[in-house]
């Protein structure tokens, strides 16, 4: 087997920097770099987009994981903000387990996300789990720092 290390997960956003702040502020990413100018020359190929679309890219960090937010400045978005039944194929959803779970949904609305409260259930092992929505309305699953003991 090849050797593979992970790198990153990409999420197109609406605004790249609104969405790189919440990730921010609610759950400690940190801004490693930024490109204002998309992708340049060097990668343009590999992004299968239109000569002359550019794009802001905006990568954070937090330990070993990294989110590349990228927006569309100059072209059309495709897509919507609606958020996709979770059987729709693709990443349906990020998942982040918390210490507290009551604090971080406070952070999740100050910082411009919705929390999706009949979405909330308990399990008695571990405790809550909710969804909820960044401010792109991509959905994030909070989870106990618990795991749920499977055999």
Known sequence: ???T???HIMK?????DVTGKFYADVFG????WKVDDGFGEVFHGITELPDG????IRMYR?????LEFTDY???VTLGSTDRPPLNTLGVTHLSFRVEDLEATLDAIRAAGGTVLDHTRVNNPETGDYIMTLDPDGHRIELMPMT???RD
């Open 12 to 16: 197109v956003c609406v605004d790249a």
């Open 147 to 149: 795991p749920v003991k």
């Open 62 to 66: 937090k330990g070993d994981v990294r």
């Open 53 to 56: 679309v550019q794009s802001r």
């Open 73 to 75: 400045r100059d072209s």
């Open 1 to 3: 087997m090849p050797q």
């Open 29 to 32: 990413f940190e801004l490693e």
């Open 5 to 7: 290390t992970y790198s």
